[in-house]
């Protein structure tokens, strides 16, 4: 993949880009974006594959004013400009989805489709119960059982890991904390913006996201105009990751449909 | 030098330990008995006006959802203290500012409570320890620029007296600022500033706040004070750094004997052996640099932790996180350490923990003000200069450690539970 930096509003941000054919921006989850991972040759095979690295995250720098997701939407926006890309499909995963999901409301006619995987950004239930389990406060452990369909495959092992890539890890996990603290991983505004959403989008869960109920994913994409949902088997909250085979055929036969 | 009575007024009546997971945040306040917490208020109190009789100064201090320290309100107990004390200095070390949402509010609260006490008020100010942020449902990224701009806030705001001002910053907004009552002291109360690293102390330095360190023995006290001598100085405040900038805190007791030493230093240790926390409360995403977290995850174990697995009043001595013994042992552990580190100006006597009863404690703060605080003040006098470390001995004289007899586990309560027997007042 082409690695380039490109600067927006005091960030110096990390891009990806590989492939030709219409655009694909492909918005990472909070884990980060690795080049190497298995998904990335499916996405890049047929289209032009644009992945930003999250302010914050991966090698992107982090200017002090930015503190959450639509800071980082608005970014997004005027990195399209800086590319020409005048519409472009969208997969967002996780934090990832997030962030489309508002950049979908912000300019709506830029985008053609949506692939949300395992999205946060919304809070449907009642205030006495979290939506989303805390990750910040359970047991690592915990979050590892409740992120993964076979967490065994996924152990955090920092021995095999260089000082760079544990330190952009420490990092995602921190500027994940900056974003998504308070509120707890959700925009109150966002489930009133959503009927913006001009795309055909397609909501995407793994079987085993312990993180994401099913019924949440449910409330959030009937806040979006003719929204789907596919379920991933044998994946968790991360089924580009886990499952990337069946996650790329879903993503990809959607986006061709 | 100027010693200060500090007690965290920890409710110690718990299960065993291995029965709950963290001792902070979660465990649930169905363990809090409000009737013996409620005499355990009385003789904490109780234990500060001692220490007023007897000369020392008065600190106390704010930590939450926790039972090894049950203030979680500390203008309110300081605000009980001004009334019930005629004559302490009354340190707060600290107001947790990057927690605290609305820094005018502090502001106004340390302003109450130094009219109320005529002037008598040390306002510190603290960043918090990690296990704060659940409590405070506080964002653990950015906390220090937090920190800054409120207390910077909140210093400007004591010294205004011409009507409202704004302030429009970075994490705070406030408009119309115009405290009553404003501060008695002028132009405000000292300001303090804990910090346990050399980076944190020379922040502290380059404003001129006092700057206070816990627990951190001898050669991070050193460096931390290093740290803070240096930027006073790159900072134009002058060659000389006056001692009283310069506070450290230990756990303190002395005894007629060594036995009674003994037996009152092993029960302090529960203030660092019954600190078990849950990682996840201990570590939020942000509170640690990355370096410092990657550095964890190599092996890099802190110097207190370490210590917590086989703790002991004769390791605790060693190290320099107590000072305890006889008055005369009591006076060279410190003056040794006092040498080592370049001099400091005040000594934060953490004189009672955990299962440490009235009697003892009380016994404790009366053989320490007796007995060793006229030689500190002979010795070290106010008006010395800090800066000047001495190369002591590796190891400290034998005749001046206090010998353990028992190792203690850190897994497990110190000593049985006592119910409510033997809390007085």
């Known amino acids: 993949m082409r690695r380039t930096t490109i600067a927006i509003a005091g960030c110096e941000l990390e891009v990806h880009e590989d492939g030709a054919g219409a655009p694909l921006l492909f918005l990472h989850a909070g884990d980060g974006f690795r080049a190497g991972d298995p998904y990335v040759a499916a996405l890049s095979a047929n289209r032009r594959l644009i992945c930003p690295s999250h302010p914050g995250f991966g090698k992107s720098t982090l200017p002090d004013w930015i503190d959450n997701v639509a800071d980082i939407a608005i970014i997004y926006l005027e990195l399209m400009d800086k590319l020409s890309l005048t519409k472009v499909d969208l997969v967002g995963c996780s934090i990832g989805g997030w962030i489309s999901a508002e950049m979908m409301t912000m300019a709506p006619e830029r985008f053609g489709k949506a692939a949300l995987v395992g999205p946060i950004g919304v809070k449907t239930g009642p205030a006495d119960k979290l939506d989303i389990p805390d990750i910040f406060t359970l047991p690592a452990a915990d979050v590892a059982k409740l992120g993964f369909h076979d967490p065994a495959k996924f152990a955090f092992d920092p021995s095999k ?8 890890q420490l990092r995602n996990r921190e500027t994940l904390a900056l974003l998504a603290w308070e509120p707890y991983m959700h925009n109150e505004k966002l489930p009133r913006r959503l009927h913006r959403v001009a795309s055909p989008t397609l909501f995407m869960r793994g079987a085993s996201d312990g993180l994401l109920s099913a019924a949440y ?15 991933i088997p044998e994946a968790g909250h991360l089924p580009h990751i886990e499952a990337p085979g069946a996650f790329a055929k879903a993503t990809l036969d959607f986006l061709a449909a | 030098m100027q010693a200060w009575h500090f007690s965290e007024t920890a409710y110690p009546y718990l299960p065993p330990a291995d029965t709950y997971p963290s001792i902070r945040v979660s465990l649930p306040n169905r363990n809090y008995d409000p009737v013996k917490g409620a005499a355990l208020y009385d003789r904490y109190l109780m234990e500060w006006q001692i220490a007023d009789e007897e000369g020392l100064e008065i600190m106390l201090n704010e930590h939450h959802q926790t039972a090894t320290c049950v203030d979680p309100a500390a203008p309110l107990m300081l605000a009980a203290l001004a009334r019930l004390t005629p004559r302490a200095r009354l340190l707060i070390l600290g107001n947790p ?3 605290r949402r609305q820094p005018v509010r502090v502001a106004e609260e340390m302003a109450l409570i130094d009219v109320l006490s005529k002037g008598r008020l040390e306002a510190g100010f603290v960043r918090g320890v990690p296990y704060e942020i659940s409590p405070a449902n506080s964002n653990p990224v950015r906390m ?22 704004s302030h429009e910053g970075r994490f705070f907004h406030h408009r119309n600022i115009n405290i009553w009552p404003r501060p008695y002291q002028a132009p405000h109360p000292p300001v303090w500033v804990s910090t346990t690293s050399a980076g944190g102390a020379a922040e502290v330095g380059a404003h001129g706040y006092v700057q206070a360190t816990f627990l951190t023995g001898y050669e991070a006290t050193r460096k931390i004070y290093d740290s803070y001598r240096a930027a006073w100085r790159k ?16 756990l303190v007791y002395v005894g007629d004997n060594e036995k009674e030493a003994h037996e009152g230093a092993e029960k302090l240790l529960w203030y660092v052996t019954a600190n078990k926390v849950a990682p996840q409360y201990a570590n939020p995403p942000g509170y640690t640099p990355v370096a410092g977290n990657v550095a964890m995850l190599r092996g890099a174990e802190h110097p207190l932790s370490a210590f917590a697995k086989g703790a002991s009043v ?7 996180f107590m000072f305890a013994g006889t008055p005369d042992q009591v006076f060279h552990q410190i003056k040794r350490h006092y040498e080592h580190v370049g001099g400091y100006g005040h000594l934060l006597n953490m004189g009672q923990a955990g299962f440490l009863e009235h009697d003892a404690a009380a016994a404790g703060i009366r053989n320490f003000a007796r007995y060793v605080y006229p030689r500190l003040k002979e010795a070290f006098p106010g008006a010395t200069v800090s800066g000047f470390p001495c190369e002591v001995p590796g190891a400290p004289p034998e005749e001046y450690v206090l010998r353990s007899t028992t190792r203690l586990k850190s897994d497990g309560p110190l000593m049985p539970a006592l119910g409510g027997q033997g809390v007085s007042g």
């Open chain 2, 235 to 250: 900072a134009g405040r002058g060659a000389d750094i006056p001692i009283n900038r310069l506070a450290y805190a230990a």
């Open chain 2, 314 to 320: 004769e390791a605790a001595i060693r190290s320099g």
């Open chain 2, 97 to 99: 500012v990057a927690n």
């Open chain 1, 161 to 168: 890991l260089s000082d760079e890539e544990l330190s952009i």
């Open chain 2, 144 to 165: 220090n620029e937090r920190f800054w701009e409120a207390l910077d806030l909140i210093v400007k705001t004591w010294q205004q007296h011409d009507g409202p001002f």
């Open chain 1, 217 to 231: 994913i449910e409330r959030y994409a009937a806040l979006v105009k003719g929204a789907a949902i596919a379920t």
